[in-house]
């Protein structure tokens, strides 16, 4: 995983609206004028949503017929659970060292 990845993951999850089309495609496949009209905005505003989404891996599109639909990509999914178990070890690896030099500390007092 690149760090351009989780970066452009994280810049299309920083927007609210994105947020609430991944939530609402997450309940099942939507079309595009169905998300438009939840969320209360224009097709072209949700059309450029999309791209982004679609751009980091989060979602898909598919024609079906006259309606363009959308799902959940594994892709976007897949970069976010690589980021967080590499930090979460991290984390847990400075923690663990913190303890240590603490205890270390404490010891010698």
Known sequence: MSEDAADQV?????DATRRAIVK???????????LAAALGVTLTAITQHL???????MLQTRKVGRVRMCELDGRGL????????????????????????????????
């Not at 994280?10 to 920083?14: D, E, I, K, M, Q």
């Not at 609402?24 to 169905?34: E, I, K, R």
């Not at 976010?80 to 010698?108: K, S």
Request: charged share 20%; hydrophobic share 50%; proline share 2%.
């Open 10 to 14: 994280f810049a299309a999850l920083g």
């Open 24 to 34: 609402l495609v997450a309940q099942g496949p939507q079309s595009v004028s169905a």
């Open 51 to 57: 791209r982004v989404l679609q751009t980091c891996g």
């Open 78 to 109: 897949d970069v976010l659970a690589h980021w967080v178990a590499l930090n979460r070890q991290m984390w847990g690896q400075r923690f663990d060292a913190l303890d240590a030099m603490l205890q270390e500390d404490a010891d010698g007092k």
